[in-house]
């Protein structure tokens, strides 16, 4: 069983940039696709980004293209969410995902391991 560890996130004005990380433990990286969602206050849970095993296949939310990239360091059992051009909508918890197999997946339910989240705030 894997364990993740979100971190990075803190407050950050209107067009300012974060860096999320999520460590990953306790099991075998390289085996999970792994997940980037968030949720706000008084929302649902949403998808931000998603990348596969080796890295060489992303997808994200619509609300992010363009400003978001996430990437995985298989050596140092991480993957980074890089967050440019914040916005204030983009003030949620961020939770990282692990999912077994192999096809990326946007559905949250399709993710088996979740960690705590790390909070990003954007001010205006």
């Known amino acids: 069983q894997v364990q993740l560890v979100e971190s990075g996130g803190g407050l950050v004005q209107t067009g300012g940039s974060l860096r999320l990380s999520c460590a990953a433990s306790g099991g075998t990286f390289i085996w999970y696709v792994m997940g980037w969602f968030r949720q706000a206050p008084g929302k649902e849970r949403e998808f931000v980004a998603t990348?596969?095993?080796?890295?060489?296949?992303?997808e994200y939310a619509d609300s992010v293209k363009g400003r978001f990239t996430i990437s995985r360091d298989n050596a140092k059992n991480t993957v980074y969410v890089q967050m440019n051009s914040l916005k204030p909508e983009d003030t949620a918890v961020y939770f990282c995902?692990?999912?077994?197999?192999?096809?990326?997946?946007?559905?949250?339910?399709?993710?088996?391991?979740w960690g705590q989240g790390t909070q990003v705030t954007v001010s205006s």
């Open positions: 990348i596969n095993r080796s890295g060489g296949t992303t």
């Open positions: 995902a692990a999912k077994h197999g192999w096809s990326v997946s946007t559905g949250s339910k399709e993710y088996d391991y």
